[in-house]
């Protein structure tokens, strides 16, 4: 089966563009003001973290002055000849930006995040996915609500790439994430649900609520992800705007995207001085929050508690 990360041609395709503008003897900046892009996306494209259409692939071709049969096997190795990625089935109700999310991921290397109010996506239990999803308005369907599910539970696939031969044997994506203690301390339960006695709801939502807990405390012991608490006695967060995550490169090990994720709309901030600033509120939130031990502690004795009633 092919690999649901970028494929072997999309590898290739960011390889020969790339040597393709050293034989050009152009840099990164000259392109970007050549074709009118930014420079980071000139980067993300030799990275292969986007792909790239045929109108700006030829537009490449003409600038780098590629010989014809070179400018031929460029074109072989376009996207509309690679495999596509898992997210695609879903094409029909996923918004562009929420599958190029899915397709950034996919091809990245580590994620760094913030949680003010709820754990990230990629550590979320069905259970308490399906409360998110519950809590929105105009609330979906029964069959959209598992849609979204499904499509959460195959983004968490990058978590798992080691463990999987669908991926090639691709490392798995590191995971650096932060969570506020408003997270442990927020009850499960969807607003305005209804259906069952109150008790009924407390029990359920509680137990979805310790299920989480539980999770993000297993998530913590691998290797691959470091889960870190901000206790309320740390004080203001430095970044009080909300939760931010960011990607870092396969090709160059650094930090190159910023998302906010929200129900309406994905963001991405591409901007180098602002993904540093991102990066660097990133690590002061990893300085406050408590070791990944004492953090450990915390998600142990909160998921112990009884939700108040």
């Excluded at 009850?187 to 649900?193: D, F, Q």
């Excluded at 209804?194 to 290797?223: F, K, N, T, V, Y």
């Excluded at 930090?255 to 929200?262: C, K, R, S, T």
């Amino acid at each position: 089966m092919a690999a649901d990360t970028p494929s072997v041609r999309e590898r290739r395709l960011a390889v020969e563009l790339r040597r393709a503008r050293q034989a050009a003897q152009l840099n990164g900046l000259q392109v970007a003001a050549a074709t009118g892009w930014s420079t980071s996306k000139v980067s993300r494209i030799e990275n292969g973290r986007i792909g790239i259409g045929t109108d700006d692939l030829d537009r490449l071709i003409e600038l780098y002055e590629v010989a014809p049969d070179a400018a031929a096997q460029l074109r072989r190795l376009s996207p509309g000849g690679r495999a596509h990625g898992w997210w695609e089935a879903y094409a029909d109700s996923l918004s562009s930006g929420y599958a190029t999310l899915l397709r950034l991921e996919a091809g990245s290397s580590a994620l760094r995040t913030y949680c003010a109010l709820i754990p990230h996506p990629l550590l979320m239990t069905p259970d308490y996915v399906r409360q998110v999803v519950r809590s929105t308005w105009p609330r979906p369907s029964i069959a959209e609500m598992e849609r979204r599910v499904q499509v959460c539970r195959r983004r968490q696939d990058v978590l798992d790439r080691r463990l999987d031969n669908r991926h090639g044997g691709a490392e798995p994506l590191r995971l650096s994430a932060v969570l506020d203690e408003a997270v442990l301390r927020r009850s499960a339960g969807a607003a305005g649900t209804p259906g069952g006695s109150d008790a009924e709801h407390l029990d359920r939502d509680g137990q979805i609520r310790r299920a989480q807990l539980l999770h993000l405390l297993d998530a913590g012991r691998r290797p691959s992800i470091d889960v870190r608490m901000l206790p309320f006695a740390a004080g203001i967060p430095p970044v009080s705007a909300g939760s931010f995550s960011i990607l870092e490169s396969v090709a160059t090990g650094a930090p190159d995207l910023v998302y906010l994720e929200n129900k309406t709309r994905i963001a991405f901030v591409d901007a180098e001085p602002e993904v540093d600033r991102y990066t660097r509120d990133h690590q002061l939130l990893t300085e406050l929050a408590l070791s990944a031990a004492d953090s450990a502690d915390l998600l142990a004795d909160a998921a112990r508690e009884r939700p108040a009633s």
